[in-house]
């Protein structure tokens, strides 16, 4: 079914407000979220109706209530979790917007790759010149940033120069994650080090029985305090992250960004044989 871009954002809006509150959507209220005339809404509602897409409901808490033919028309699952692409503006993140379309353009061109994105929101809050980042999205985790070159108003469309565009694959952590480096809790810290330099690694995991995560960082500050005759379980980190191995590797950028970690463990039926860092992650994400 063609539907017009006023009327696809109406539907996505009413269809996204009814998901969250669980009730009908007064016209006013999809006015406001996507920046419209309610006289508008209410004489594109007429024809929504008139498509099946919408039906009313009366009452003093009436209003609208997308059809099942509506879901199909935007070809999106009747349940589910409300999708919503951020949209950030200058650093700061635009309460209310999200993007519903993303379209790119002069993708051949070696220096230079523009896009267009489709706003629900307010559109007027976006100048030229303004700091635009869009994602991730929900299906390929794509992350895009530029800069505002234009705005159309009537279509809720921003056109903007992109600078930065990163897709994260669909592999799982254990795809890329690295087999860890296992050391007896005994082992000197001289050992460790030894072990670490040896296979090429910058950390390793403790066998003790409550188990531990230990890097050549924590060798050095005991050397440097003098604690060089220690062992390394008097000096492992217990309090390490975790991920299991099934996760895809959005999640684990997603931890390591949250916390501020340098590398998370992977875990496998129940067994810590992993360890992913950013480094990993960077190799993944730009493959030479």
């Not at 669980?22 to 509602?45: S, W, Y």
């Not at 009747?78 to 790119?104: C, K, L, Q, Y």
């Not at 690694?201 to 050549?216: H, K, M, Q, R, T």
């Amino acid at each position: 079914m063609d539907l017009t871009p006023v009327q696809r954002d109406i539907l996505t809006a009413l269809i996204n407000i009814h998901r969250v509150e669980g009730r009908a959507v007064k016209g006013e209220e999809i006015a406001e979220l996507i920046d419209r005339n309610p006289g508008t809404i209410r004489n594109q509602m007429q024809s929504l109706k008139a498509l099946n897409l919408v039906e009313g409901v009366p009452g003093p808490k009436g209003g609208y209530r997308a059809t099942g033919s509506a879901f199909e028309a935007l070809n999106i699952e009747a349940t589910g979790d409300v999708v919503t692409v951020p949209v950030i503006r200058n650093g700061v993140v635009m309460d209310g917007t999200t993007a519903s379309e993303i379209v790119f353009n002069k993708v051949m061109h070696s220096q230079q790759c523009d896009g267009v994105v489709r706003i629900i929101g307010n559109i007027r809050e976006f100048n030229v010149g303004d700091g635009i980042e869009v994602g991730p999205t929900p299906v390929n985790k794509l992350y895009i940033r530029g800069t505002v070159t234009g705005r159309d108003d009537t279509m809720s469309r921003i056109i903007f120069h992109i600078e930065e565009m990163i897709s994260v694959p669909k592999v799982a952590v254990k795809g890329i994650a690295r087999r860890a480096v296992h050391i007896p809790p005994s082992a000197s810290l001289q050992e460790v080090s030894r072990i670490l330099v040896h296979n090429g690694v910058s950390e390793a995991l403790v066998d003790d029985s409550s188990p531990g995560l230990i890097n050549l960082a924590d060798i050095a500050r005991a050397v440097a305090d003098g604690r060089a005759n220690q062992e390394a379980r008097e000096i492992m980190n217990r309090g390490f992250l975790t991920i299991d191995s099934e996760e895809p590797i959005y999640e684990a950028i997603k931890m390591l960004g949250r916390t501020g970690a340098s590398q998370l463990v992977v875990s496998e039926a129940g067994s810590m044989w992993g360890i992913i860092s950013p480094g990993d992650l960077v190799r993944t994400l730009t493959p030479i």
